[in-house]
């Protein structure tokens, strides 16, 4: 295997599951040192435990994203760990069923206060930790296809990743003079955690990614390992000319 980020100390929010525990395995697998970022501290042990079984160099760090001294703390205990920071993962997000007309004000704030302002609270971390070092650095913000296309179910869902697609163009352009790009990456339909809420049974989620399947050009639902070369060029210094994009790894559901 080869090492394509070697030497690069790596922090991804939301690692104890999904996106974010492929992409930490991933990235130590390519030679990173990785913080396992996540609010549950027992999964992200259990997958900082797997890399370094694999022989990778990681350290699992609890933190809630939507607080702010306690990603600070996170973020510094990373970085002291490994001695420099070179890229923060913002991918830790949620969601839940939300038809446009039933969406109240709790539960809009809820999700807005996790996907949006967690990702602001980690895109302003990693930019101080950044410039205090003096060195240049890459943010990276988990969007989704539904940054481009709101569907009705998903209002809540659909309104915080088009603002976390708006914190990439504007993350971007403010902090491009301090030599840190901000982009992004748009999943469409990945077999994670997150659907467990909408399918009670092994069958059900099954007959749910197989009818999404069929809508999706190249004809399957994604598993995390489909984004993982994405997560890996945007780390490395293959990605370095490239800021405020958001790729979409989603099957071809959008094209833009
Ligand atoms: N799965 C999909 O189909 C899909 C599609 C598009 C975008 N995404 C996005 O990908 C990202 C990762 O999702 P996933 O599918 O891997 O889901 P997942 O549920 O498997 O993982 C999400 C992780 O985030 C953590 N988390 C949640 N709230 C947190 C908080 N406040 N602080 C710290 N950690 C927190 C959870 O504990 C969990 O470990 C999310 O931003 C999601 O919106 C997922």
């Given at each position: 295997?080869?090492?394509?980020?070697?030497?690069?100390t790596?922090?991804?929010?939301?690692a104890?599951?999904?996106?974010g525990?492929c992409?930490?395995a991933g990235?130590?697998?390519?030679g990173?040192?990785?913080?396992?970022?996540?609010?549950?501290l027992?999964?992200?042990?259990?997958?900082a435990?797997d890399?370094?079984?694999?022989?990778?160099s990681?350290?699992?760090?609890?933190a809630d994203?939507?607080?702010?001294?306690?990603?600070?703390?996170?973020?510094?205990?990373?970085?002291?760990?490994f001695?420099?920071?070179d890229?923060?993962f913002?991918?830790?997000?949620?969601?839940?069923?939300?038809?446009?007309l039933?969406?109240?004000a709790?539960?809009?704030?809820?999700?807005?206060?996790?996907?949006?302002l967690?990702?602001?609270?980690?895109?302003?971390?990693?930019?101080?930790?950044?410039?205090?070092?003096g060195r240049s650095?890459?943010?990276?913000?988990?969007?989704?296809?539904a940054?481009?296309?709101?569907?009705?179910?998903f209002?809540?869902?659909a309104?915080?990743?088009?603002a976390?697609?708006?914190l990439?163009?504007?993350?971007?352009?403010?902090?491009?003079?301090h030599?840190?790009?901000?982009n992004?990456?748009?999943?469409?339909i990945?077999?994670t955690?997150?659907?467990?809420?909408?399918?009670?049974?092994?069958?059900?989620?099954?007959a749910?990614?197989?009818k999404?399947?069929?809508?999706?050009?190249?004809?399957?639902?994604a598993?995390?390992?489909?984004?993982?070369p994405?997560?890996?060029?945007?780390?490395?210094?293959d990605?370095?000319?490239?800021?405020?994009q958001?790729?979409m790894?989603?099957?071809?559901?959008?094209?833009?």
């Open positions: 295997m080869s090492r394509r980020l070697e030497g690069r790596i922090i991804v929010t939301g104890g599951s999904g996106i525990a992409f930490a990235f130590a697998a390519e990173a040192s990785v913080g396992v970022l996540d609010r549950d027992e999964p992200a042990q259990q997958v435990s890399i370094a079984e694999a022989g990778g990681c350290i699992a760090v609890p994203v939507t607080d702010q001294l306690a990603v600070r703390d996170a973020f510094s205990t990373v970085r002291d760990s001695g420099r920071l890229a923060v913002n991918n830790a997000g949620i969601t839940f069923n939300s038809p446009f039933e969406t109240s709790e539960d809009f704030r809820r999700l807005h206060e996790v996907n949006v967690g990702v602001v609270i980690g895109m302003q971390e990693a930019a101080r930790i950044f410039m205090q070092d650095g890459k943010i990276v913000n988990t969007c989704s296809v940054s481009r296309r709101a569907n009705a179910n209002a809540a869902y309104a915080s990743k088009f976390v697609h708006a990439v163009q504007s993350g971007a352009r403010s902090l491009a003079e030599r840190i790009t901000v992004g990456f748009a999943p469409g990945v077999d955690a997150l659907w467990d809420a909408q399918a009670s049974t092994r069958a059900a989620r099954s749910l990614f197989d999404y399947g069929e809508t999706i050009p190249i004809g399957r639902t598993v995390p390992a489909d984004l993982l994405t997560g890996i060029y945007l780390a490395g210094n990605s370095d000319y490239m800021t405020g958001v790729v790894i989603d099957g071809g559901i959008e094209m833009v």
